[in-house]
């Protein structure tokens, strides 16, 4: 439990620049439709003069920017970058700082094993996805919300929040599992981060050209999409199934090399 409550102390800082981070994109977001919602026909104007290739890069091809919940939908990607950044780096940090710090002597020799050590680690983690992720539903739901005009959103705010914790809990595996594998500590937040924008712009790719459909497998960023969810076909069971397989694995896996690692 000290190494719980440890790690909570250790990323509480942080954890809270993180949360004014997404309460601030989500206001300036959903401040920006308070601009264009007073002109209505000229942002339909606009959508209809912009190439499908561009409004396909960007997720606005089947989404109705000029309610509020489409507009949000747009932004629902840019806040799954930001937390999913969030949740790869703090996955691979938590493992990581010890042997930057120093400090993986002090705690290994305390009469707690490696896999009770990387539990209390991880499950810290998971504290503070589903701080930020809390923090997310609230602003988003009340931003959407007072934009709204007598419509239940609900249901769909809650999808797209289960969906966003679910791309937390992937990312957050991955960056542990890169931590416990790469040998240079130093360099794994960065190479962690990488792994992710590739994972973003694969994503963009098989917006553009849908001959690369079959490439959305292996992006997490494709699996819950605000566009299904918005437009009432909730969550496809092969991407539910594929993101437990994904998570269990990259677990496993951390637990295997961590006990391995030469700290």
């Not at 950044?85 to 290994?108: C, Q, R, V, W, Y």
């Not at 997310?136 to 919300?145: L, P, T, W």
């Amino acid at each position: 439990m000290n190494i719980f409550t440890r790690e909570l102390k250790a990323t509480r800082k942080s954890m809270i620049i993180w949360c004014f981070g997404v309460i601030a994109m989500v206001v300036g977001g959903m401040g920006k439709y308070a601009g264009l919602a007073n002109s209505p026909a000229s942002l339909t104007e606009l959508m209809n003069s912009l190439p499908e290739s561009l409004l396909n890069l960007m997720g606005m091809s089947s989404l109705d920017i000029t309610t509020a919940m489409g507009f949000y939908g747009v932004l629902f990607l840019y806040i799954a970058i930001m937390l999913g950044i969030h949740a790869i780096m703090l996955g691979a940090n938590i493992i990581a700082k010890e042997e930057i710090d120093k400090t993986s002597e002090f705690l290994m020799v305390k009469p707690v094993s490696r896999k009770t050590v990387l539990t209390m680690k991880l499950l810290a983690g998971l504290v503070n996805l589903t701080i930020l992720n809390v923090i997310s539903f609230f602003s988003s739901f009340v931003m959407v919300n007072y934009f709204s005009k007598n419509t239940s959103l609900t249901h769909d705010m809650l999808l797209l929040t289960l969906g966003l914790f679910i791309l937390q809990l992937i990312f957050m595996s991955v960056g542990s599992l890169m931590a416990t594998i790469k040998k240079h500590s130093k360099s794994v937040g960065a190479a962690a981060t990488g792994v992710l924008l590739i994972s973003f712009l694969l994503s963009m790719i098989i917006n553009m050209n849908e001959n690369l459909d079959i490439l959305k497998y292996i992006t997490p960023f494709k699996y819950f999409e605000a566009t299904a969810i918005i437009n009432g076909n909730g969550f496809e069971l092969p991407f539910f199934l594929l993101s437990f397989v994904l998570i269990s694995l990259c677990l496993i896996g951390t637990y295997h090399f961590y006990e391995k690692r030469d700290l």
